[in-house]
């Protein structure tokens, strides 16, 4: 997870080396500087943009930033006039001639390597993601609104996650216990932190993910 302030960006490298960006905040400083430090110098554009809610939060900062990093696809979730930063970038895209595709429930990006990332529900909010690789899953809940909660609540049919992203921020009516509980998660963090190698950008205790880039503030499900 980029640091960007308030809001959601985050930022996989996939197995195949392809860049993938999910929202990307409010910060036009913020998410410029975060992509510009991690997006290689031979290459300096995104394989696919995921737009996973439309509040200005997720994507405010977008049209300004993907004029310095161009991008090749988008997926889009949640309606594209939902606020204004979002039909401003609806209207950035299609001045461009990006392909959108609309996110539906059970769509799936492969990302290469069996890295996949999935739409578990679409909402009007947005969408719900299972990022997955190998034995790790990172459940995203961007999108996730209350009904989509009951019906993935009463849905036994997805086996544990290994960290679970906080909806809003952890706001509580969407983050309740019976939520993380359903999940039985090994960790839970309110931000997937990308740590590089001498970034050094997060000073709380830290597990790497075997074999990704990614790490998470260990958190148990009896933490605070």
Do not use: H
Request: charged share 20%; proline share 7%.
């Amino acid at each position: 997870m980029l640091n960007i302030g308030n809001g959601d960006a985050l930022l996989v490298q996939t197995p195949t080396g392809r860049y993938l960006l999910i929202d990307g905040g409010a910060s036009v400083n913020r998410l410029s500087d975060g992509l510009g430090r991690r997006l290689p110098l031979a290459s300096r554009r995104l394989d696919y943009l995921v737009v996973a809610a439309t509040g200005d939060e997720q994507v405010a900062a977008l049209p300004r930033v993907l004029e310095r990093f161009p991008l090749d696809n988008v997926l889009w979730a949640g309606p594209p006039a939902g606020t204004y930063e979002a039909l401003k970038l609806s209207e950035f895209l299609a001045e461009r001639r990006i392909p959108v595709v609309q996110a539906q429930a059970g769509q799936v990006l492969d990302l290469g390597a069996g890295a996949r990332l999935e739409v578990l529900a679409a909402t009007r909010r947005g969408a719900v993601l299972l990022l997955e690789w190998g034995n790790f899953r990172a459940l995203l809940p961007i999108g996730l609104d209350f009904e989509s909660m009951e019906a993935l609540l009463e849905d036994r049919g997805q086996p544990p996650v290994t960290a679970l992203l906080l909806t809003d921020g952890g706001y509580a009516p969407l983050n309740p216990p019976q939520w993380s509980a359903r999940w039985r998660r090994k960790w839970s963090c309110s931000a997937l932190m990308q740590v590089m190698r001498k970034d050094g950008l997060t000073q709380k205790p830290c597990r790497r993910w075997k074999g990704t880039r990614c790490c998470a503030p260990i958190r148990t499900a009896g933490s605070s």
